[in-house]
T-cell receptor, first 112, second 120 residues
């Protein structure tokens, strides 16, 4: 079946760096995305990797290794506002259409 | 550009009652998704439309859930009758179709604020 695994919780302090890992098992895989969701809010898009390697967007970077079915989100210079849930999501080509399935999410708590 | 609009934001009903949620996607987004998010879990895809056709409804409990997207724009999701386990946030999202770069808008989902359902 299709599945994604990521840690349920991560804790870090302001100014630190944190890495959230994601492993996936899907058929028809063609890319990995990351979404951020604050409590009570909607998921918002952070990044998308279709090719192996690192994509950098400001303080956030995302990495993909297709051969290892693995990716991670790297958050640098953590701020209190980064406290949120982070979801990895696998893009799949299925039945002639693209489809997106989400992991269970990693809750990040940033402390002073 | 305007975002994805959803209503109502909150709904409380008794089990066995019915409820309907409405979604208006971003103009020009051909693909529309309904996700169910139970507290503490990731969004689970219920149904995906491409224009006004269904392309995936494999996880939609069809005995109680139904959805339509008339004229390839607005969509409604209905639950009848509701069960306790349907308590969740129902998220509508839309995107451009295709497989391009994220910078092109393809593969990027824009979510609405969600409709929080409580079934008592």
């Amino acid at each position: 079946g299709q599945s994604l695994e990521q840690p349920s919780e991560v804790t870090a302090v302001e100014g630190a760096i944190v890495q959230i890992n994601c492993t996936y098992q899907t058929s028809g895989f063609y890319g990995l995305s990351w979404y951020q969701q604050h409590d009570g809010g909607a998921p918002t898009f952070l990044s998308y990797n279709a090719l192996d390697g690192l994509e950098e967007t400001g303080r956030f970077s995302s990495f993909l290794s297709r051969s290892d079915s693995y990716g991670y989100l790297l958050l640098q210079e953590l701020q209190m506002k980064d406290s949120a849930s982070y979801f990895c999501a696998a893009h799949m080509f299925s039945g002639g259409y693209n489809k997106l399935i989400f992991g269970a999410g990693t809750r990040l708590a940033v402390h002073p | 550009e305007a975002g994805v609009a959803q209503s109502p934001r909150y709904k409380i009903i008794e089990k066995r009652q019915s409820v309907a949620f409405w979604c208006n996607p971003i103009s020009g987004h051909a693909t529309l998704y309904w996700y169910q998010q139970i507290l503490g879990q990731g969004p689970k895809l219920l149904i995906q439309f491409q224009n006004n056709g269904v392309v995936d409804d494999s996880q939609l409990p069809k005995d109680r859930f139904s959805a339509e997207r008339l004229k390839g724009v607005d969509s409604t999701l209905k639950i009848q009758p509701a069960k306790l386990e349907d308590s969740a946030v129902y998220l509508c999202a839309s995107s451009f179709p295709g497989f391009g770069l994220a910078s092109s808008g393809a593969n990027v989902l824009t979510f609405g604020a969600g409709s929080r359902l409580t079934v008592l």
